[in-house]
């Protein structure tokens, strides 16, 4: 591949963004080869960036990569020259409320060489919301080491129940409620929720839509005569060594992107028990998919014996490592760019 600027120099991509932890597999795969030079623009916010250093740094590149359309695809979008490419990464925030009115839709398409999403049903929606063509939007799933999550479980894993985060999209309310009916059956089941508490997260306590159905859930946890089964863990990021602990991962959600805890889960051989929200059965097996909460207790009772849970476990486990492990996925996304780029 020759750079836009010169035969002599290497190809320079400029990954932009104000969160780019779930590319950060994807920028170290980059600057681990040698044909590439790899810039980052790291914006404080949605729109809040040095602009004299982004101007800098985009005269320069040859590929500009935005992760998430926000702000950074909008000034990128209006900005690009002939001899530049632009490739945007969107999740699920760009498709709703205020991101979508405020980005998504102003975004100039005509620019932007190439999308990908990280789930099949947001490349649907992108080319229903765009003027992108089919051909120039891409499902490309979020990656990780998933071999950093091969840890050994404890013997009662089968009976504890876990759960990443407690914001009002979780619905960790449903999650309760799973709790108490296995509960009922058998005392061994736990629930594990591990998260920032509400007052934590500014965005969340103040606003009272956000803020309420989450003290809701807590003031349930004290009521409930299971209470004593349910564990709060503070936030941490070794999330291979709490999800050491647990044997399914519950996915409860309205909605979401991908849900990165239920492919990390997976890896780390946790059983999914996933609600099927918009697009979860295009992402995750069937198999591991409820449009109850009957149908969830059912389910995980089955699941729950012992021979039965250690293979659907290596199941998942098998199943995560094939299609989001850095290795296979980071290829996928190089390929895109130099088809993009060459």
């Not at 028990?273 to 995750?284: C, F, K, S, T």
Request: proline share 5%; net charge positive; hydrophobic share 40%.
């Amino acid at each position: 591949m020759i750079s836009s600027k010169g035969k002599a120099s290497k190809p320079h991509i400029l990954f932009v963004g104000h969160l780019l932890h779930f590319l950060r597999p994807f920028i170290g795969y980059m600057r681990a080869r040698s044909e590439y030079r790899v810039s980052i623009d790291h914006w404080q916010g949605h729109l809040k960036h040095d602009e004299a250093t982004s101007r800098r740094l985009a005269e320069a590149a040859d590929i500009v990569f935005c992760e998430w359309c926000l702000g950074n695809a909008l000034w990128h979008s209006g900005r690009k020259t002939d001899s530049q490419k632009l490739i945007v990464r969107l999740h699920r925030q760009e498709f709703y409320g205020n991101a979508r009115t405020k980005y998504l839709s102003r975004v100039n398409w005509g620019a932007v060489d190439a999308a990908i999403v990280i789930a099949p049903f947001y490349r649907d929606l992108l080319a229903e919301l765009t003027s992108l063509r089919t051909e120039q939007i891409h499902f490309v799933p979020n990656l990780f080491d998933t071999k950093g999550f091969a840890r050994p479980k404890p013997k009662d894993a089968h009976y504890r129940l876990g759960l990443v985060k407690y914001t009002r999209r979780k619905r960790p309310d449903l999650a309760l409620q799973i709790l108490e009916k296995l509960a009922k059956l058998d005392s061994r089941f736990s629930l594990h929720v591990v998260g920032k508490r509400p007052e934590d997260i500014p965005w969340i306590w103040d606003r009272p839509e956000e803020r309420t159905p989450v003290c809701r859930f807590l003031q349930s946890v004290q009521r409930s005569p299971f209470r004593d089964s349910v564990t709060f863990y503070s936030y941490t990021e070794d999330m291979p060594s709490w999800f050491s602990g647990i044997g399914f991962v519950l996915s409860t959600s309205d909605n979401e992107g991908s849900h990165q805890a239920v492919a990390e889960g997976m890896a780390a051989g946790c059983v999914p028990v996933i609600r099927n929200w918009p697009g979860a059965d295009r992402l995750y097996p069937r198999r591991f998919i409820f449009s109850t909460i009957d149908e969830a207790v059912q389910f995980i009772c089955n699941a729950s014996a012992p021979e039965r849970f250690r293979y659907l476990s290596e199941i998942a486990r098998r199943w995560a490592c094939s299609r989001f492990d850095t290795r296979t996925v980071a290829p996928r996304i190089l390929s895109l760019l130099e088809e993009n780029v060459c």
